[in-house]
């Protein structure tokens, strides 16, 4: 049986909601506000508290910033792509092994590249190429 779990901030805005197994830990949806009531993310599936499915983080705005897919707790392989508060792609990344791999590319506002540079293990490897 699950159970509904809530927490607020001190001025009585829900911080937190989300379902608890019997044992204490995170199932299904849940979901996480800014103290100001604002919904900054939604991670669509718990499994024995541990997240697997999608987190979809929110600026103030309500625009979509980035969405992160999960497996057992971990981030998967994948192309991550930052959006700003306009929703305009700023920021593309790829994760492997848990970490930023490869070329990791920003973009103006105007949808020219500003910059690109190799990361391994999360580290900058190779020259870091900038545009104006």
Same mark, same amino acid.
């Given at each position: 049986?699950?159970?509904?779990?809530? @927490?607020?901030? @001190?001025?009585?805005?829900?911080?937190?909601?989300?379902?608890? $197994?019997?044992?204490?830990?995170?199932?299904?949806?849940?979901?996480?506000?800014? @103290? @100001?009531?604002?919904?900054?993310?939604?991670? &669509?599936?718990?499994?024995?508290?541990?997240?697997?499915?999608? !987190?979809?983080?929110?600026?103030?705005?309500?625009?979509?910033?980035?969405?992160?897919?999960?497996?057992?707790?971990?981030?998967? $392989?994948?192309?991550?792509?930052?959006? &700003?508060? $306009?929703?305009?792609?700023?920021?593309? !990344?790829?994760?492997?092994?848990?970490?930023?791999?490869?070329?990791?590319?920003?973009?103006?506002?105007?949808?020219?590249?500003?910059?690109?540079?190799?990361?391994?293990?999360?580290?900058?490897?190779?020259?870091?190429? !900038?545009?104006?």
């Amino acid at each position: 049986m699950h159970k509904e779990h809530k @927490e607020y901030y @001190e001025n009585g805005n829900l911080k937190f909601e989300g379902f608890k $197994d019997e044992n204490n830990k995170l199932v299904g949806l849940a979901k996480l506000y800014d @103290e @100001e009531g604002n919904l900054m993310e939604i991670n &669509d599936s718990y499994n024995n508290g541990l997240l697997t499915g999608s !987190s979809k983080l929110f600026h103030k705005n309500g625009v979509t910033q980035v969405i992160l897919n999960y497996k057992d707790g971990f981030q998967v $392989d994948e192309v991550v792509d930052v959006y &700003d508060e $306009d929703g305009i792609k700023v920021r593309s !990344s790829t994760v492997k092994n848990k970490k930023l791999n490869g070329v990791q590319t920003y973009w103006h506002k105007n949808g020219n590249t500003k910059s690109e540079v190799i990361l391994e293990n999360g580290l900058k490897n190779g020259i870091l190429k !900038s545009w104006n």
